[in-house]
């Protein structure tokens, strides 16, 4: 079952976002990875994504994200929502 995850990151910066992604994915999604969408909010950045099941996202943190964010000093804990339903146009 599919899975949506929200990042939302007080205090983060685009550079430090920039470092993050770069890091783990460079410019191909994970594997696993159905969608991505990140932008800056009121406090810092958020990220949006939906992944194909917990465990590839599992498999991700745990072998790429978390040393990714360890290493830029980034704590964040992340909501993860079943997902009912994807569209696309």
Known sequence: MAICVIFEAPGMTQAQYDQ????????????????????????????????????????????KLQQ?????GINVQPRVLRVARIMQP
């Open 20 to 63: 993050v992604r770069t890091e783990v994915a460079g410019d191909r999604p994970p594997d696993g990875a159905l969608y991505h969408v990140a932008g800056p909010a009121e406090n810092g950045w958020y990220v949006i994504e939906t992944w194909e099941s917990q465990e590839a996202l599992d498999r991700f943190v745990r072998d």
């Open 68 to 72: 990714a964010l360890q290493k830029t």
